[in-house]
């Protein structure tokens, strides 16, 4: 029986691979920096933990034991993120640690555009793993190859699909540049049915392959199709629905202030465009993916997926709100409130002069560390929130009831903070 690691296998391609393989019956073993999550991702499937970024090749030794063939899915983009250190170092360490183990077969997950024509260093740094492999596979080893360099690829839980759902989902449907930018999306079924092909062949392929659907579309097409998956417009009422024209400065401005799930790197390809001819894939695996609407159609939307779609746009928004709500209390507590105003509420717990001047910086700074710790990110910060603002609630209640029943709700208003809180924080762990 293969035995199969797939690195990477938390991420999106990885998760849907590793289910796959495991549902025909193949022994997944699933490698990534964090084995809990991925226990809980992929229950029964055997764990290993890995760090591309730090591993080299001695790293590898006990991990490939015993395996026959090895997926590398992982893949980072976004703002600050080490390509040089996880796409080209650590996959090139794993592929050295491969061949000494004498693994029969490696495939790698690229990118269409790693190529002679890539500029960003995400395409960078794919390539160079990409022509480490082919050069170990051309060595007389005996070890087989393959990179595949998919298009976007579609599914439920893949950032691309999560970003053109939002867009769709909007009230108004946002234009991506010129919205003629050219993509060749290819359902996440296809592309785990050509790993699949490709891990069973009797012969490895020793190629590289652009792996793109049947359709090349534009990005307003795109859209228009995520739309109607969605269920919100058909035939003549998506030509009424209205659209914004974004240019790509003002693109460019939003993804390197990091707002949005789009980066830098991924509006570079967007623009530069992303088809490539689909016959060479064809030929080599005799797999023809399924052109988009197709495939959708299969996976028909729910309400959480049109629920989440919008939700995607907002949750930023969410999160800065929340972050403003306890950096203005804490600042305006410190310095914006007008002189003995908390000196009344402090004195009914006791607290007068240096014990009360103590409490209100307490109280303060805690709230701007919240503030700051939801604006940075943190997991968990909004849950601190909730516990803060129960305190003090709790403590106001006790000897100031009647705030509760004050016109201008310094108290009901905790409630609606406390359902964006929660909103906020479950956004978080969906993240992770």
């Known amino acids: 029986m293969m035995r199969v690691l797939i690195v990477g296998a938390g991420g999106f391609i990885g998760r849907h691979l590793a289910a796959r393989l495991a549902g025909e019956g193949l022994q997944v073993v699933a490698a990534g920096r964090d084995p809990k999550a991925l226990s809980r991702l992929l229950p029964g499937v055997e764990i290993v933990s890995c760090d591309l970024a730090r591993d080299g090749a001695g790293d590898w030794a006990e991990r490939l034991r015993g395996i026959d063939a090895v997926v590398n899915c992982a893949g980072i983009i976004g703002a600050g993120a080490d390509y040089a250190g996880v796409h080209q170092r650590g996959a090139i360490a794993l592929f050295d640690g491969a061949r000494a183990a004498g693994v029969g077969r490696v495939i790698q997950i690229s990118a269409l555009g790693a190529d002679e024509t890539g500029t960003t260093p995400y395409h960078r740094s794919k390539r160079a793993a990409d022509d480490h492999l082919a050069r170990l596979g051309a060595d007389g080893t005996g070890m087989g190859w393959a990179v595949l360099r998919p298009s976007l690829v579609l599914g439920r839980g893949g950032a691309s699909a999560a970003l053109f759902a939002a867009l769709a989902a909007l009230p108004v449907t946002p234009r991506l540049g010129s919205g003629h930018w050219q993509v060749q999306p290819i359902h996440v079924d296809d592309l785990v049915a050509i790993l699949v092909h490709l891990l069973r062949a009797p012969k490895a392929l020793c190629a590289r392959l652009d792996v793109v659907g049947p359709q090349a579309m534009s990005t307003d097409e795109l859209t228009a199709e995520m739309r109607r998956w969605l269920g919100l417009g058909l035939g003549p009422e998506m030509e009424r629905a209205p659209v914004l024209p974004i240019p790509r400065w003002l693109l460019a401005l939003v993804t390197r202030a990091g707002i949005g799930p789009a980066s830098p790197e991924s509006l570079t390809m967007l623009a530069a465009g992303n088809t490539a001819p689909l016959a060479p894939l064809v030929e080599a695996t005799g797999i023809t993916p399924r052109p988009v609407g197709q495939i959708l159609a299969l996976h028909p939307s729910t309400e959480a997926d049109l629920a989440m779609s919008q939700l995607t746009p907002i949750a930023p928004v969410m999160r800065w709100l929340l972050a403003l709500v306890w950096l203005a209390g804490g600042l305006v507590s410190l310095g914006l409130a007008p002189a003995g105003s908390t000196d009344a509420i402090l004195a009914r717990l006791g607290l007068e002069g240096a014990a009360a001047v103590g409490a209100l910086w307490a109280g303060s700074l805690a709230d701007i560390a919240v503030g700051l ?47 964006l809180s929660l909103a906020v924080h479950a956004l978080e762990m969906r993240r992770g």
Do not use: C
Not at 374 to 382: E, F, M, P, V
Not at 385 to 393: D, E, S
């Open 373 to 419: 710790a939801i604006l940075a990110k943190r997991r968990g910060a909004s849950l601190a929130g909730v516990v803060l603002m129960g305190g003090y609630t709790a403590i106001l209640s006790a000897i100031a009831p009647e705030l509760w029943t004050d016109p201008f709700g310094p108290l009901v208003k905790n409630l609606a903070v406390l359902g």
